[in-house]
């Protein structure tokens, strides 16, 4: 299991920075932290129940609360704390970050809602 050696949270370009112990690091946007959030309230509580968050565009990471040695929890500023962030699973976005975000996008315009661009 990769461990990281580096979190940084940028607010201003809302990205969460994690660096690891295998050499590689990554940038993730808080938008897609949050919309892939591991709580029940977005993954469900089994196969198919994901919900698809939308109007996540601007959303932030507010605070970083260390979860034992094996996760964070991260408290979005839209009141979301509920998703305990494993280092397999922030390892996982990280690695494939693209393909999340093309699954995320294909999945809201099959619910016909428009993404916002924010600066």
Same mark, same amino acid.
């Given at each position: 299991?990769?461990?990281?050696?580096?979190?940084?949270?940028? @607010?201003? %370009?809302?990205?969460? +920075?994690?660096?690891?112990?295998?050499? +590689? =690091?990554?940038?993730?946007?808080?938008?897609?932290?949050?919309?892939? %959030?591991? %709580? =029940? +309230?977005?993954?469900?509580?089994?196969?198919?129940?994901? /919900?698809? @968050?939308?109007?996540?565009?601007?959303?932030?990471?507010?605070?970083?609360?260390? $979860?034992?040695?094996?996760? $964070?929890?991260?408290?979005?500023?839209?009141?979301?704390?509920?998703?305990?962030?494993?280092?397999?699973?922030?390892?996982?976005?990280? @690695? #494939? @970050?693209?393909?999340?975000?093309? #699954?995320?996008?294909? +999945?809201?315009? =099959?619910?016909? /809602?428009? #993404?916002?661009?924010?600066?």
């Amino acid at each position: 299991m990769p461990i990281p050696t580096d979190i940084r949270l940028h @607010q201003k %370009s809302r990205v969460l +920075e994690i660096a690891f112990d295998t050499g +590689e =690091a990554f940038r993730l946007p808080c938008e897609l932290l949050r919309v892939y %959030s591991p %709580s =029940a +309230e977005v993954m469900g509580h089994g196969p198919g129940q994901r /919900v698809l @968050q939308v109007g996540k565009e601007a959303v932030n990471i507010a605070a970083i609360h260390p $979860v034992g040695q094996y996760a $964070v929890l991260l408290e979005f500023d839209d009141g979301h704390r509920t998703g305990i962030y494993s280092w397999t699973y922030l390892y996982d976005l990280g @690695q #494939r @970050q693209d393909e999340h975000w093309e #699954r995320y996008l294909a +999945e809201l315009a =099959a619910a016909g /809602v428009e #993404r916002k661009v924010v600066d």
